[in-house]
């Protein structure tokens, strides 16, 4: 697939180093020519020095070749021109747009972004995917992340922080210590590698999970990693942005929140934030302060959730309503770098936006019958949901044969108004849908295996 990528800042990189290894042609096309030298020194990309959005810069990325557009500069307006420029001179036939000024993203105004008038396909808005992404966490408490899947089924991450029986026992004993609990421990994070997990495989203290269940059984399944599953009562935002603004009117709409608050240190955008919400209590002040935090009862917060754009701020603010009795700790976290030493110090989740937007793009990216992608810890590993149909070379084939030790899983199976964890001793049939749990070496070969059948070309 011939893929052009426009904007080499972190998303732009991180896309073509996922796409790269996958047989893939990616050009980049950035205005700074030292970055397109650095991005070239660590993966195969071609790279085009221009300004993103003039034709012959395009013209010269090999756009007329091009199956995929994906637009991730940091300017909104150069993003949009690229797309109708790819449409209207270079028939693109798929067009990705990253597009953060909410202004564009009006709802009375999407008929704008149709085939007839500005043509994208797909509008990525890193803010409402941000919020989308914290409400979920927060909707199972101790999760530090929750992955939205067909059918009331998700993938939660937890920590295994606490000692419990589910840890030090063989993997397929859990069945057998859990008779009636139907979920599955999809992937392991330990020690900086992300893996697969086998039957034989022990989850130890310290560990970072995902496990695969239906939200019937998500609150039993947290217990038995000894996190209360209660939901989350009274929550404390930091920080009024984009983000922060986003992320109340998702939580104002969510019907088990029932405190909101948010603390921001411009007066100006306090008023204008305030003028937006219903339901959230605003107030205007430093949040490093702690009698502003006392002024919030930040003892009987259940959880604080640091969205400024300051890496230092979130990360000490986070700490302070720790230290003041705060319940739980969630951070926006643009430098991942601070990652292991902020979970070390005691914060329960770190969100990056360049990891969520990257996964965002990626399920618009993926071919064939995929219907969704959830990229986990820079696309080490994903979860992929597709889609069985008469023309895939999947059918028939029994579910063994495609699972790979440490490589390919098949987590779950929709089949009819059914779904059944870890399915075996089955074949594939048309109209099955499946959750597939894949290490990055190997994600071609699950689009090949969902891909159209050549005899149906």
Known sequence: MKVVILGGGQVGFN??????????????VDQSAELLRRLSDSIDIQPIVGYASHPDVLEKAGLYEADLLIAVTASDEVNIVACEVANSLFKVPRKIARIRNQSYLDPNLQWMFAAQRISIDHIISPEKEIALNIGRSLSVMGAFDVKSLEGNVSAIGVRCDQPSPILNTP????????????????????????????GDDKLLLDDEVYFIAHQDVIPVVMQQFYHDPDYTHTTLIVGAGSIGLALAQEMEASSHLSDIKIIERKAHRAEIVARQLRKTEILCGDALDSEILAEVNINETDTIICVTEDDKVNILTALLAKKEGAKRALILLNNMDYAPLVTSLGIDAVISPHAITVSSILKYVRQGQIRSVHSLKDGQIEIIEALATETTSVVGLPIEDIVIRGQIDVAGLYRGNQFYIRPTKTSIRVGDRLILVVAEPSVAKVERLFATRPDYL
């Open 171 to 198: 993997l397929k004993f859990l069945p057998t210590l859990l008779p009636n609990l139907d979920f599955m421990v999809a992937c392991v994070y330990r020690e900086g590698r992300f893996f697969i997990p086998s």
């Open 15 to 28: 896309i073509a180093r996922y796409l790269s290894g996958e047989d893939n042609d990616i050009t980049i």
